[in-house]
């Protein structure tokens, strides 16, 4: 379909989709325009970016100082944990003496047992010696007495 304006001209068909700007005809048209805006956009970039490496330069100083706290914490740990170490095997020796000496103290308790039992037995048969000469000193002296009683 042709379409005649008011001078009497065919007219170039118009397309019904529109045509998107992409930013070529204001490159062409307004070549200062497109400098401020790169240089907006560059400006903006080297914002964004700059604020990005002070965002991430503060992180990696905060992430540092966790670090180092970190491995402080573990330091500390690290040498309470040899500490520890250290007194168990302290506390190990302790009660492997402690065995030892209950030992020894049994060793010696059995043995004074055994010496009490033997003592004991020992007074037992002294005490019946004790008897046995009291006995014959009895005898001796009726006899002494019989023969001084028959001497006389």
């Known amino acids: 379909?042709?379409?005649?304006?008011?001078?009497?001209?065919?007219?170039?068909p118009h397309s019904t989709t529109k045509r998107f700007d992409h930013g070529d005809d204001v490159?062409?048209?307004e070549p200062n325009k497109l400098v401020?805006?790169?240089?907006?956009?560059?400006?903006?970039?080297?914002?964004l970016?700059?604020?990005?490496?002070v965002k991430n330069d503060e992180e990696l100083k905060?992430?540092?100082?966790?670090?180092?706290e970190l491995q402080k914490k573990f330091l500390e740990k690290d040498e309470a944990l040899r500490a520890l170490k250290d007194t168990i095997a302290k506390t190990n020796g302790v009660n492997e003496t402690l065995?030892?000496?209950k030992q020894q103290i049994m060793e010696k308790d059995s043995l004074m047992t055994n010496t009490n039992r033997q003592l004991t037995n020992t007074k037992?048969?002294?005490?019946?010696?004790?008897?046995?000469?009291?006995?014959?000193?009895?005898?001796?002296?009726e006899s002494n007495n019989d023969i001084f009683a028959m001497i006389k």
């Open 124 to 141: 037992i048969k002294l005490e019946e010696r004790q008897a046995a000469l009291e006995k014959l000193e009895l005898e001796v002296t």
């Open 49 to 53: 970016l700059s604020e990005e490496l």
């Open 62 to 68: 905060m992430l540092r100082e966790q670090f180092e």
């Open 99 to 101: 065995r030892e000496l």
């Open 36 to 47: 401020a805006i790169s240089g907006l956009s560059s400006f903006s970039s080297t914002s």
């Open 27 to 29: 490159a062409n048209k």
């Open 1 to 12: 379909m042709q379409v005649v304006d008011q001078n009497g001209k065919v007219a170039q």
